[in-house]
Every structure is written in structure tokens, then in C-alpha cells.
């Protein structure tokens, strides 16, 4: 299985996009699964069902971090690097969903239970979010490969 399907199957098996983009990759760099689930877990929909920045783009920026952050504070280069492969991130993802934000992704606010109840009843959940889950761990795998 590799990282598109592995993430595309925790996000089936009830994880969060979040979760789901974070345990496929951080394994390979040196994060345990259980502790990417974990550290992950609080991103879910759009930062704790807040409808802001969607979990599949938190989940992958984690990983840009796990392979490129700086681990010392005046490590400048490694934290530009880092940065700029953010960017180029989230320039791909919105370059295919027009925005980074669960809220504008999905149409409603999922940070009210009426918006999260119209989002569940139209089926946004198992529709819309696999596609950003898979596209998030795409465009992540080839961020790494280049």
C-alpha cells in the first residue's frame, strides 16, 4: 500500500484528514504511527472542527516539518527551506481547490452543529473530504520525491 492509499484508508477507517495525511508519511520519517495519530489529532476539521485551515494541508505541513524543520533556532537555511516548501504546498493545493480552508472547501460552517449537521446530511464528509485527503498525500509524496 503506498502513502496515498494508506492515507485514504485511515481517513475510511474514522480518522481525521489530519491524521490521515500524518500517519502515512511519518513513519518513513521517524514519527511513530501512534504518536502521528496523536500529535495530529487536534487539526481535524479545519483545527479542532473550527473550519479554518483544512486537516489534510495541517497533516501534510506537518510532514514538510518532520523532513525540513530547523532543530536549531538560528538554523535560518533549514528554516527557509522549510518554509518555501510550505508555500509550494499550499500554492499546489489551492491550485486544485481554490483555498486551504475546511470552512470554504466544504460550503458550510462546520464549526456550529447546524453547519456540521448540513455538511453530514449532504454527505460532504465521505464525499469531499477523500479527495483532499488523497490530494494532500499526493501532493505531498511529490514534494518529497523532488
Known amino acids: 500500500m503506498d502513502n496515498v492509499e494508506h492515507a485514504l484508508s485511515r ?3 474514522g480518522f481525521s484528514c489530519s491524521q ?32 479554518r485551515t483544512c486537516g489534510a494541508v495541517t497533516g501534510a505541513l506537518m510532514v514538510i516539518g518532520l523532513q525540513r524543520g530547523n ?16 508555500r509550494e504546498f499550499v500554492n499546489r493545493f489551492e491550485a486544485r481547490h481554490g483555498t486551504i480552508t475546511c ?11 447546524a453547519g456540521r449537521g448540513l ?3 449532504n454527505g460532504l464528509f465521505t464525499t469531499r473530504c477523500p479527495k483532499f485527503v488523497q490530494d494532500a498525500a499526493e501532493i505531498i509524496g511529490q514534494i518529497l520525491e523532488e
Do not use: H, W
Open 11 to 13: 481517513f475510511e477507517q
Open 20 to 51: 490521515s495525511v500524518l500517519s502515512a508519511y511519518g513513519p518513513q520519517l521517524g514519527l511513530d504511527a501512534e504518536l502521528a495519530l496523536r500529535v495530529s489529532g487536534a487539526f481535524g476539521g479545519g483545527i479542532a472542527r473550527m473550519g
Open 71 to 86: 532543530t536549531k533556532a538560528d538554523d535560518e537555511e533549514a528554516k527557509d527551506a522549510c518554509y518555501d516548501l510550505a
Open 103 to 113: 470552512q470554504e472547501l466544504l460550503g458550510y460552517d462546520i464549526s456550529t452543529p
Open 119 to 121: 455538511a453530514n446530511e
